[in-house]
């Protein structure tokens, strides 16, 4: 058993604002936090007009020269011990991935791309080509989705799958249905995760679009840790349980063991 101290930050970005909503997502973490998980493209903002725009803001993460941004996050996890998770536009060859980083006080970082792109996202981006790896940090396993992920299962199952305790979940919800399905998620998995969403409106095509808060941090049992409104900023945060990995929902109910893989379908043919 392991405990942790963890916060979801919620930011309202202001578009291409970058250096100022880097310094008000970091100026929202709790000191002494282990885990600190900060929305999805939180640096700049969400609705791009195109992909060319998101080229002009987007950084490389996986090689030995990061962007400002990532330079950024890596000096504030070696300065305060927190390991940070965080949203941002990824360039990569000539692909734009939507992508979280995970760096440690350390400075080592890992990276995982949003895999099911939302509505308008798929003129923007490439689909994530890492599947649903999970990675060491903090003392437990972290595993990584963004926003419109939830909708799927398989999702956050191939995570827990894969060994995640925890799952941080940087977003920019418009649904409102998402926090709710958390639980769910939660629960079907025994898996703690951090959804970590923004508040305020974007209207830079045309098509408005409102974000809706409510950043949460929930347990393996789907309790509600600490959750945040639908439209403040802030930070929720709790100290949480890594449960012993046993899978056990009831004394006679093994979450794992007792799946019935001939039973299921994998696909509609
Ligand atoms: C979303 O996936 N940003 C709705």
């Known amino acids: 058993m ?20 880097i ?16 929305p999805e493209l939180f640096n700049t903002g969400y609705q791009f007009t195109s992909k060319e725009e998101a080229l ?29 998770v965080a ?12 992508s979280a980083v995970l760096i440690r006080p350390d400075g080592s970082r890992d990276v995982y791309r949003k895999v099911h792109l939302f509505l308008d996202e798929k003129s923007i981006f490439t ?46 919800l418009l649904l409102p249905w998402c926090q709710d399905a958390m639980i769910t998620r939660c629960q079907e998995n025994m898996v703690v995760a951090v959804t970590s969403n923004r508040v305020g409106t974007e209207n830079r095509t045309g098509k408005p679009l409102t974000f809706s808060g409510r950043s949460q941090i929930v347990s393996p049992m789907g309790e509600r840790l600490s959750t945040l409104d639908k439209d403040a900023t802030g930070a929720a945060s709790a100290t949480v349980t890594i449960l012993e990995k046993d899978k056990l929902f009831t004394p006679r109910n093994n979450l794992w063991s007792d799946r019935r893989l001939d039973m299921y379908r994998n696909s509609t043919d």
């Not at 101290?5 to 578009?15: G, K, L, R, S």
């Open 87 to 98: 949203g941002l536009a990824e360039v990569c060859g000539d692909k734009l991935f939507n």
């Open 23 to 38: 310094d008000t997502a970091l100026g929202l973490i709790p000191v002494g936090c282990d885990l600190a998980v900060i």
């Open 127 to 172: 689909p994530g080509d890492l599947g649903f790896p999970v990675f060491q940090a903090c003392g437990t396993t972290i595993g990584m989705m963004i926003c419109f992920d939830w909708i799927f299962p398989e999702a956050a199952r191939s995570l827990a799958l894969a060994g995640a305790e925890v799952i941080c979940h940087p977003s920019n």
């Open 56 to 84: 002009g803001f987007a950084e490389n993460l996986t090689g030995d020269d990061p962007g400002p941004t990532c330079t950024r996050l890596t000096r504030f996890a070696g300065d305060t011990g927190t390991t940070v």
């Open 2 to 21: 392991k405990k942790l101290q963890i916060a979801a930050i919620q930011t309202h970005p202001e578009f291409g604002a970058v250096q100022a909503n």
